[in-house]
């Protein structure tokens, strides 16, 4: 485990893991070769594109592993994004063709997730509805059983919301899809570092995960497909690459190191889970007990579900205290920490998840999201929480 981190000789203590992690030494010892001496072209035939070939089945078999899938049902994307977007419309055609031109999705999903089922809706003609989730942002199971008919052609629902680190009964949901021959789609980005990941045991149809949020590199994802011949390329221009559903020279470096993060996550994944979540929970400890110090007892709110559920990530706000002036101090005392999603960091506009939870426009404005790794350590997550409540404290007394 990693304790404080410096850059340029600032102390940093970094606690947005839901953003991206850092790259693990292992997988970039595995990538080294592809970024120097092997930089072949997998389609080439000789020497060093052979080498590229074989190391792009390596990882794709380590990848199918950490899921306890097949090689052959593991699509290489460039991001979690990608593999979302691929699981939605790459599917339209097959979809439209069974007459099943309805997507649900929940009310909380990643952005591509939400952003791809609008394209659906307004250039393919598709239904799109959305199933509503509780005041702890967790999909309403009755309402999805209610929603999913056999008209429903498409359905997706994440395991671990990106924001809040809520987990969604996936597993319930996918059985209520598989009885009305409804595809299910899970995105499992956030889910790929804190819980054991099993198609079968989920029994998805898809299933998006992603290189960085597992300490690989950035520019890498995948998305599991049960059934590859139902899905239209998002990238035409290759008939080999990714059984000819992703045109592109592959990105034989970050593939590689998809693979191997694959690997030593799947190794590590019980210590990590229990470190994560002791994490998680002795920094809202020290938090409450450093704002209790201040007299501000009651000011914290968690939003999600309770602090001692397992999970690496923690969304909270202070009553009073502006989300945005509280960043701006926290970077200036070199703790790292988010607004929510990060493909949303630089919006003016709400969490579309806090939001769709109940929670109101300025509270949603004020919360903060703060996520936790491997490369964590106590010492510096007790720090953190001391920071932070120094700072609320001076915005209180600046307010």
Avoid: W
Wanted: overall charge negative; glycine content about 8%.
């Amino acid at each position: 485990m990693q304790d404080t981190i410096t850059r340029a000789g600032k102390r940093m203590i970094y606690l947005d893991n839901n953003a991206t992690t850092p790259l693990d030494p292992e997988v970039l010892d595995a990538m080294m070769p592809y970024l120097t001496d092997e930089y072949g072209n997998r389609g080439s035939l000789y020497g060093i594109g052979r080498h590229a070939r074989n190391a792009v089945a390596k990882a794709r078999e380590q990848v199918a592993d950490f899921i306890n899938a097949r090689e052959d049902q593991i699509i290489f994307t460039s991001s979690g994004t990608e593999a979302n977007a691929m699981a939605i419309l790459s599917n339209t055609t097959h979809l439209a063709l069974s007459d099943k031109k309805r997507i649900l999705t929940s009310a909380v999903e990643h952005d591509s997730i939400l952003k791809a089922s609008d394209v659906a809706k307004t250039y393919m003609g598709f239904d799109v509805s959305q199933i509503p989730v509780d005041q702890s942002g967790v999909v309403q199971l009755e309402l999805a059983k209610a929603m999913i008919d056999i008209n429903t052609g498409l359905v997706s629902v994440m395991y671990v919301n990106n924001e809040t680190g809520s987990v969604n009964p996936v597993m319930e949901i996918a059985e209520i899809c598989r009885n009305n021959g409804t595809l299910f789609h899970s995105d499992c980005v956030q889910a790929a570092s804190s819980f054991a990941l099993d198609i079968n045991d989920i029994g998805c149809d898809f299933m998006s995960i992603s290189s960085h949020k597992i300490h690989g590199p950035k520019g890498c994802g995948a998305l599991f497909c049960s059934n590859p011949t139902t899905l239209r390329p998002l990238i035409p221009g290759g008939a080999v690459q990714e059984y000819g559903l992703r045109g592109g020279t592959e990105n034989v470096a970050a593939i590689v190191g998809f693979g191997k993060a694959c690997e030593v996550t799947k190794k590590n994944l019980r210590d990590i889970c229990i470190h994560t979540s002791a994490l998680k929970q002795e920094f809202f400890m020290q938090l409450k007990l450093a704002l209790s110090e201040y007299s501000l007892d009651g000011i914290l709110k968690i939003n999600g579900e309770s602090i001692v559920k397992p999970g690496k990530t923690l969304n909270i706000r202070f009553d009073g205290v502006d989300g945005e002036t509280l960043l701006l101090l926290l970077d200036r005392k070199g703790v790292c920490v988010s607004a929510g999603s990060a493909c949303r960091s630089l919006e003016s506009t709400p969490s579309h998840v806090l939001i769709a939870m109940g929670v109101d426009s300025e509270d949603a404005h004020n919360s903060i999201r703060v996520s936790f790794s491997k490369t964590n350590g106590v010492e510096e997550v007790v720090e953190a929480a001391k920071i932070i409540a120094a700072c609320v404290k001076a915005i209180k007394v600046m307010g």
